[in-house]
């Protein structure tokens, strides 16, 4: 990396845009083998007897461990080492990792793979949020970061409808050394390796002049550390609010499939096209909304705009999120349930470019990373296992999964409005002090 110092703005232009493409086939690909697990609960739990409670453990806490664990000492990689390489090493080990998921044969072996699905990963978001802010200036960061981020919702509607089409077609292989796979076995090694071809593509990309960098400046941990304490209101209420958040929209997510499964009746095929149209649709409608909200506010001089956005999007989720549950057709549910997935993707964009304003270019990977490791050690890491414990341990049926989604959502919503409510003065004030 060159440490020449530079604190002119980026100057963002077609290439620029060129690298958010392919950073953002890089996101769908890795919400595509993260959500692949969402449309194969059945199966899964079939074949190796398991509990949803088991299955919620798989989709969160063994990706979210690594993932959240890891993502630190990346970030820090990130702040110092040629960002396209770290992207690209990430890539190549969760596609083989998520291929690794098909050949396990117990519970044991797919949470240790799915593990692996996390740590490759960690790899991914810091880097791009990092390279994305040397590319655009600020007032153009949320809506480029949006963008990024509505792959999340192409990846995950792209799961949906793949895996439905692939349970209906896939026959069981038989592969020599390994013996006979159950068409949920095969999904995942078809899935994860073409993802050895987009880690290929983003080696070539070429790695951004860092802007805004002090000469020589490699911060540690420590040095980190304290600049989040210095600033420990507006860092310490909106990361975590924004955490909080994601228990609504992960617990949730996780489920719905399921949740049409068992309450209307439908095949996993019967879902997969639906659902998957409605995420893709309801996520990138609801984020590239969100981008647009906080980049006009922001233009009009509201410093907390990227903080408003989030507010917005629970003030739209929390209501459709808990009324899809009581729905009494499949029509009403999947449009409420658009509703609420529309509602969750709006602050997502915000969010990020909220962080990069107000963190050293040098400190920006591993700020990211504390970011990412609280979404998903809470979001990822409790919500889909909150739901399930609810299913399992409170209710104790699993046609009550409905009621499991709902009073997730009524217990996060609040409490992340009330929290970054609370970040919106610390915020400002950070932001009007400091100027990178």
């Given at each position: 990396?060159?440490?020449?110092?530079?604190?002119?703005?980026?100057?963002?232009?077609?290439?620029?845009?060129?690298?958010?493409?392919?950073?953002?086939?890089?996101?769908?690909?890795?919400?595509?083998?993260?959500?692949?697990?969402t449309?194969?609960?059945?199966?899964?739990?079939?074949?190796l007897?398991?509990?949803?409670?088991?299955?919620?453990?798989?989709?969160?806490?063994?990706?979210?461990?690594?993932?959240?664990?890891?993502?630190?000492?990346?970030?820090?990689?990130?702040?110092?080492?040629?960002?396209?390489?770290?992207?690209?090493?990430?890539?190549?080990?969760?596609?083989?990792?998520?291929?690794?998921?098909?050949v396990?044969?117990?519970?044991?072996?797919l949470?240790?793979a799915?593990?692996?699905?996390?740590?490759?990963?960690?790899?991914?978001?810091?880097?791009?949020?990092?390279?994305?802010?040397?590319?655009?200036?600020?007032?153009q960061?949320?809506?480029?970061?949006?963008?990024?981020?509505?792959?999340?919702?192409?990846?995950g509607?792209?799961?949906?409808?793949?895996g439905?089409?692939?349970?209906?077609?896939?026959?069981?292989?038989?592969?020599?050394?390994v013996?006979?796979?159950?068409?949920?076995?095969?999904?995942?090694?078809?899935?994860?390796?073409?993802?050895?071809?987009?880690?290929l593509?983003?080696?070539?990309?070429?790695?951004?002049?860092?802007?805004?960098?002090?000469?020589?400046?490699?911060?540690?941990?420590?040095?980190?550390?304290?600049?989040?304490?210095?600033?420990?209101?507006?860092?310490?209420?909106?990361i975590?609010?924004?955490?909080?958040?994601g228990?609504?929209?992960?617990?949730?997510i996780?489920?719905?499939?399921?949740?049409?499964?068992?309450?209307?009746?439908?095949?996993?095929?019967?879902v997969?096209?639906?659902?998957?149209?409605?995420?893709i649709?309801?996520?990138?409608?609801?984020?590239?909304?969100?981008?647009?909200?906080?980049?006009?506010?922001?233009?009009?001089?509201?410093?907390?705009?990227?903080?408003?956005?989030g507010?917005?999007?629970?003030?739209?989720?929390?209501p459709?999120?808990?009324?899809?549950?009581?729905?009494?057709?499949?029509?009403?549910?999947?449009?409420?349930f658009?509703?609420?997935l529309?509602?969750?993707?709006?602050?997502?964009?915000?969010?990020?470019?909220?962080?990069?304003?107000v963190?050293p270019?040098?400190?920006?990977?591993?700020?990211?990373?504390?970011?990412?490791?609280?979404?998903?050690?809470?979001?990822?890491?409790?919500?889909?296992t909150l739901?399930a414990?609810f299913?399992?341990?409170?209710?104790?049926?699993?046609?009550?999964?409905?009621?499991?989604?709902?009073?997730?959502?009524?217990?996060?919503?609040?409490?992340?409005a009330?929290?970054?409510?609370?970040?919106?003065?610390?915020?400002?004030?950070?932001?009007?002090?400091?100027?990178?």
């Amino acid at each position: 990396m060159s440490e020449t110092a530079t604190t002119a703005q980026p100057n963002s232009g077609p290439y620029a845009w060129y690298v958010v493409a392919v950073l953002i086939l890089a996101y769908t690909f890795s919400f595509i083998d993260r959500q692949i697990l969402t449309l194969m609960v059945g199966p899964i739990r079939a074949t190796l007897g398991i509990s949803d409670f088991q299955l919620s453990l798989l989709h969160g806490l063994a990706f979210a461990l690594f993932y959240s664990v890891l993502g630190i000492p990346i970030g820090m990689m990130v702040d110092r080492k040629k960002r396209t390489t770290i992207i690209a090493i990430g890539i190549a080990v969760w596609s083989v990792m998520t291929s690794l998921c098909g050949v396990a044969q117990n519970f044991v072996h797919l949470f240790v793979a799915r593990m692996g699905v996390g740590v490759g990963e960690a790899a991914l978001s810091p880097g791009a949020y990092s390279m994305i802010s040397d590319y655009f200036p600020p007032h153009q960061r949320p809506r480029a970061l949006s963008l990024y981020t509505s792959a999340a919702y192409i990846g995950g509607g792209i799961a949906t409808m793949a895996g439905g089409a692939l349970i209906a077609l896939m026959p069981p292989l038989n592969l020599p050394g390994v013996g006979t796979l159950q068409p949920w076995q095969a999904i995942f090694i078809v899935v994860g390796l073409p993802g050895l071809l987009v880690a290929l593509l983003v080696a070539t990309v070429r790695e951004p002049r860092r802007t805004g960098l002090k000469v020589g400046a490699h911060p540690n941990f420590s040095e980190v550390r304290g600049h989040l304490s210095t600033w420990r209101g507006a860092y310490g209420l909106l990361i975590i609010g924004y955490a909080v958040s994601g228990i609504m929209w992960n617990g949730a997510i996780a489920w719905i499939p399921t949740y049409f499964i068992r309450h209307f009746g439908w095949t996993a095929s019967q879902v997969s096209l639906p659902y998957g149209l409605i995420t893709i649709g309801g996520g990138v409608g609801g984020i590239n909304l969100g981008g647009w909200i906080a980049t006009r506010l922001r233009q009009h001089g509201r410093l907390d705009a990227n903080i408003i956005v989030g507010l917005i999007a629970i003030a739209v989720a929390m209501p459709s999120g808990i009324a899809a549950t009581f729905a009494g057709t499949p029509t009403l549910a999947l449009f409420l349930f658009t509703m609420f997935l529309f509602g969750c993707a709006i602050p997502w964009g915000g969010a990020v470019a909220a962080l990069q304003e107000v963190t050293p270019n040098q400190m920006r990977g591993q700020v990211s990373a504390i970011y990412l490791f609280c979404l998903s050690l809470i979001g990822i890491g409790i919500g889909p296992t909150l739901v399930a414990g609810f299913t399992d341990h409170l209710f104790g049926n699993d046609a009550a999964l409905g009621k499991s989604i709902a009073l997730t959502i009524a217990i996060a919503a609040p409490v992340s409005a009330l929290l970054l409510s609370l970040a919106r003065k610390p915020y400002c004030r950070a932001l009007g002090a400091v100027s990178f």
